[in-house]
């Protein structure tokens, strides 16, 4: 048998929690592709992550926004293969020390790991383009980081509605070259999990994604 046929495909269901870290020190070996979920607290990223995955303890969720404080690596069923679950920012009740801890940690990570292949942009469709989504979208164009947007809770909204703000947020990132793809997403429903799937096997297998909006 040939090597590439012996050669795993990746299944988002075998995910399992690998380790955390505080600092980039603490992070798996730097070998392999590993994809990374970023987005503001209550955006819906542990959801996100844990529908993906079919696993709703995976990623922790929690009523408390800006609880996870640290860099969570997740293990598929290939061992060159992870998700990474970064901390959220935005409501968290903690101390601007702290939060400038957080956003270092961020920081070195996006700008030193090596093995990041893309990077998903967790966003609540109903509350699009925050600050801080803007920072992160322009960070991934700086660095020719390739960018998946999720616009999720989708079920918040008619279809009309959603469809709408997805049409306006792709105009406004139309100049942006880092954006891949805007996926419409829902863990209640499970409007774009398989879209969402497709984009992260080309970057873990080393595919180059196209632009577009579903």
């Not at 542990?46 to 929690?62: D, E, F, P, Y």
């Not at 920012?89 to 070195?108: C, M, P, T």
């Not at 709408?164 to 419409?184: F, N, P």
């Amino acid at each position: 048998m040939s090597e590439e046929l012996s050669v795993k495909p990746i299944s988002f269901n075998s995910a399992r929690f690998l380790v955390s870290a505080s600092r980039l020190s603490e992070c798996p070996p730097d070998t392999g592709a590993e994809v990374a979920f970023a987005g503001r607290s209550n955006a819906g990223k542990s959801s996100a992550i844990n529908t993906i995955t079919v696993n709703g303890k995976l990623a922790r969720t929690s009523k408390t926004p800006g609880r996870t404080r640290l860099i969570n690596f997740f293990s598929l069923n290939r061992p060159d293969c992870r998700l990474v679950d970064l901390p959220g920012y935005g409501y968290a009740r903690v101390s601007r020390d702290i939060k400038d801890d957080w956003q270092q940690h961020l920081d070195n990570y996006l700008s030193q790991r090596n093995s990041l292949r893309g990077l998903v942009l967790v966003m609540d469709i109903r509350h699009p383009m925050t600050d801080f989504d803007q920072m992160m979208v322009e960070w991934c164009e700086h660095n020719n980081l390739p960018l998946m947007i999720l616009a999720t809770k989708a079920d918040k909204l008619k279809f009309g509605a959603a469809k709408t703000t997805l049409l306006r947020v792709a105009a406004q990132l139309r100049d942006y070259a880092c954006v891949h793809h805007l996926v419409m997403f829902s863990a209640t429903t499970k409007v774009g999990i398989e879209e969402s799937r497709e984009a992260l096997v080309a970057w873990l297998e080393g595919a180059t994604g196209e632009i577009e909006s579903t």
